[in-house]
Each structure stands twice: as C-alpha cells, then as structure tokens.
C-alpha cells in the first residue's frame, strides 16, 4: 500500500523550520526520503532502517518508528534551496520488495 | 562519473502508436527501476531489474508494456498501441542493491516525457 503522506504541501518563510510525515499501514524494513525539483530527476536524501534510527545531514534530519510504521522529516532553518516536492519511499518487511513512494509534499521556502 | 541517461527527452505520439523508451544507467549498477510520474503525482512504480531478470513486474499497468534489459546494461521500455492516459514522465533510476538485500539509494535519469495525442 502507498504510505500517506502529510502535510500535502507547506509554505514556509526561510529560516523557519518544518516537518513532513509518512505513514504506512504495514510493517517497514525501511524508509527512504527523496526531493524533487520542479522539472527535475529526485534526488536521493537518506535512507533509515527499522531499529528506530535517526539520521541527519545538513539541516535536514529524519527519524523513523518501526512500530508506528511511520518516518517523519524535519528541516531546519529553512533555506530556499529546500523548496520542492519530498517524496517517502518505503520498503517492506523481508527487504526484497520495492520502493512505494507517496504523493510528495510540496514545499516553497519564500524569502 | 556519468550519471543515468534516457533518450529521448521528449516524445509526442499519436495514439495507437507504439514507442520505446531507452535507459543508460550507471556503469557497474546492477538494480534498474522504471517509474511513471503524471503530472502532479508521485512515483509510480513499473518495473524492478536485477541484473537482466525483473523479479518484479507487478507495476506494468497493463499488458501493453513490456521491458527488457540486455547486458545487465540498458533498459528500454515499450508501450503499444499507446493511449491518452499514457502521457507522463517515465523515469529510470539505478542502484548497487544486490539481489537478496534491501534497498540502495536510487540515481535517477532526467526522464521521457511521453506525450499522446
């Protein structure tokens, strides 16, 4: 199933902070986080696998929750080089499935 | 290092026709992935390639897409007798996972834009 994603989209001022949530309805092996341009390819962010780790880099940190089945990005001190659209990858139990991404999560970061 | 590369960019075609999309991925990438993006969408998985076998087919929308990936290399991606609501972004993305373990993080091509009239 399609993890749900939330909020759908965000506005923010720059330098303020945001968060971005995916859910899913079934247990994880791990969730990946992509960001997409307007008109561009995604681009891969971090990958967090089950065993509750957070990881950050930047700004932009993650953490993931096996047991709610859930992942949550956090973007910090917003710069407008974060504007885009976030995508959730996530990746079930046995790690031989494939990548089911949400809807994406639009942010723009305005000056 | 050269990234992953689609050809064409861009494609219009008239319905009933049949197109092929090509995807170079990255040297030495064993995993290959078709998605397709309507406007405004998410990612919609196709098509999972592990060396040249798909263990995973069950994104082809119907059975007028097929692929094929030769030389555990370039991946092309076929559509017949194509329709309207086949418009949109075909994206190819390629990893190091190895079958057996989860998933890598995925480079992607700049995409074909299919357009049907």
């Known amino acids: 199933q399609q993890p749900v994603q939330s909020p759908q989209a965000v506005i923010l001022r720059e330098g303020e902070d945001a968060v971005i949530n995916c859910s899913s309805s079934?247990?994880?092996?791990?969730v990946h986080w992509y960001r997409q341009k307007h008109g561009e390819a995604p681009v891969f962010l971090m990958i967090?696998?089950?065993?509750?780790e957070q990881k950050g880099h930047d700004k932009i940190s993650a953490s993931f929750n096996e047991k709610k089945q859930q992942s949550s990005l956090y973007l910090t001190a917003s710069q407008l080089s974060y504007s885009g659209t976030y995508f959730c990858?996530?990746?079930?139990?046995?790690?031989?499935?494939?990548?089911?991404f949400g809807k994406g999560t639009k942010l723009s970061v305005k000056p | 290092g050269a990234g992953v590369s689609q050809s064409p960019s861009n494609k219009v075609t008239e319905k009933g026709k049949d197109v092929e999309l090509r995807c170079d991925p990255i040297?030495?990438?064993?995993?290959l992935y078709w998605y397709r993006q309507s406007l405004g969408q998410g990612l919609e998985f196709l098509i999972y390639?592990?060396?040249?076998?798909?263990?995973?087919k069950s994104g082809l929308p119907s059975d007028r897409f097929s692929a094929e990936r030769t030389g555990g290399s370039v991946s092309t991606l076929t559509i017949q007798r194509t329709q309207q609501e086949d418009s949109a972004v075909y994206l190819c993305?390629?990893?190091?996972?190895?079958?057996?373990?989860?998933?890598?993080?995925?480079?992607f091509g700049p995409g074909t834009r299919l357009t049907v009239t």
């Open positions: 993305a390629s990893s190091l996972r190895t079958s057996g373990t989860g998933q890598d993080e995925q480079y």
């Open positions: 079934k247990a994880l092996y791990s």
């Open positions: 967090l696998l089950k065993g509750g």
């Open positions: 990858g996530t990746e079930g139990g046995g790690s031989q499935g494939n990548l089911i």
């Open positions: 040297s030495g990438h064993t995993a």
């Open positions: 390639f592990q060396g040249n076998s798909a263990p995973d």
